[in-house]
C-alpha cells in the first residue's frame, strides 16, 4: 500500500462519516475561533491607542503639569510655583535631546458666536505658541497659523478647528470673519479675527471633549493677558528625539525648571505616552495568557473527543485492517491511514477557526463600536502569525491525539482483525 494511498483511505473516511466528523470539528474550530477573536480586537485597541497617540503628536513626548499640593513636613500645601513662557523656551534651548517645547493653556467648554448667528458651545480653547500646528501635527485647510508676531504683540487673532468653522460659518469661507469668545457666560466676549481653518482630524479618547475638531487656538500671549487673566503656563509638551529616553528627559528639564525656579522642582508632575503604550503591551500579555488558558483548555477537550472518534474508526475498521494487512499492507501504511484522519479532522477545525474567528471578531467590532460610540471604526487586526500558528497548533494536536489510534490500528494481528465482527 502506497504512502499516498493511505492518506487518501483516511480522507475518505472522514467524507463517509460527516456528521461524526463535522461535530469533532466543530469543537476545535470554537476553540480556536474564540481565541482568533480576543486577539484581533485586542490588537485592533492597541493600533487605536497607538493611532490617539500619532494624532496628540506621536509617542516621542512628554507632557509636565503642575501639581495642585506639594507634600512638606508632612502635611500636603498648595503649590504656589508656576511654570513660564521663559521655563519652555530655556528647556528647548539648553536639553539637547528635545526637539521642540509647547507651552499650552487650555479651557473646555467656552462659549464662541458669530456675527451671523452661528454658535458654538463645546469648543476647547487652546493658548499656544506658533510651533503648535507642527509639533501636534495639524494641517491648515485655509489660510494660516498663528505667527511669532501674533504671540510677541498678544493678537486678538485665532485658527477654527473644523467642527467649529462648519458650525459658525457653514459653507463660507471664515478667513477675515471675526468671533466672540467668552470663557463664562458673566465675562465680557473677547473679539477674534480668523486667521486660519483646521483640516479635520477626528474623534480622540483620551480627550474630554471628544473630537480634536472642536478647537480654537489663539495665542498663549492672548489668552493669559486678554481672555482668562492667567499669566502662568498650565502644562508644557516636550518633544524628543526617537532614540533619547523619556526619563533622561525629564531630568533634564526638571534640572532646567530647578535652575529658575531657587532650585524647586516638586511643583512638576509628568506624563509620558509611551508609558501607556507599555501598559497595553503589559495588560495584552496578561491577557493572552489567560485566554491562551482557557482555549487550552477547552482544545484538550475537544482533543480527546477527537481520540474518541479514531478509537471508534479502528473499531469499525478492524477488518478492513486485517484485510490489507493480509494483502501485504505495512504497519507504517495502517498507522500513517488513521493519524491522516486525526490531522485532517484538527487541520479542518483550525482553518475553520480561523474564519469564524475573523467573523466573530467583526461582530465584536461592531458592538464595540456601540459601546464606545467616541470610536468611530474599530480596526480588526488578525496578523499572519496568528493565523499560521492557529494551522500548526491544529497540526499539532491531530498528530498528538491520533498516535495513539494510529499505532493502535497498526499493532493488529491481521488473523485477530479478519475474526473480528464489527
Known sequence: MKFSGAIAAGIRHIQENRLRAGLSILGISIGIASVLCMMAIGDGAKQIIADDIEKLGGANQVQLWIRQSVRRRG????????????????IEAECPEVTGV??????SRIFVTS????????????????????????DLQEGRFLSENDINNATQVCVLGANVAVELFGNTSAIGQEVKLRNHWRQAPVRMRVVGTMAPKGRNLSVTWGSLDNLICVPITTYQQRITGIRYVERINIFFQKDAEA?????????????????????????RPKRTVEQLEHLEKVMKIALGGVAGFSLFVSGIGIMNICLVSVGEKTREIGLRKSVGARRIDI???FLTESICLCLCGGVFGIAGGWLAAHGMARIAIRIVPIVPEWPVVLSLYWML????????MGVCFGVYPAMRAARLSPIDALRAEN
Do not use: C
Not at 456675527?115 to 499656544?128: D, H, K, M, T
Not at 533634564?252 to 508632575?269: E, M, P, W, Y
Not at 500558528?389 to 499539532?396: A, D, H, I, M, W
Open 75 to 90: 502635611r500636603r500645601y498648595p503649590t504656589t510655583e508656576r511654570y513660564t513662557l521663559g521655563d519652555a523656551y530655556a
Open 102 to 107: 509647547l507651552p499650552r493653556n487650555r479651557r
Open 115 to 138: 456675527p451671523q448667528g452661528g454658535e458654538f458651545r463645546s469648543a476647547s480653547l487652546e493658548g499656544v505658541t506658533s510651533d503648535y500646528a507642527q509639533l501636534m501635527r495639524y
Open 247 to 271: 526619563y533622561d528627559v525629564v531630568k533634564s528639564a526638571r534640572k532646567v525648571i530647578r535652575q529658575r525656579h531657587r532650585g524647586i522642582d516638586n511643583f512638576t508632575s509628568y506624563w
Open 335 to 337: 498507522f500513517w491511514q
Open 389 to 396: 500558528t492557529s494551522v500548526l497548533f491544529s497540526v499539532f
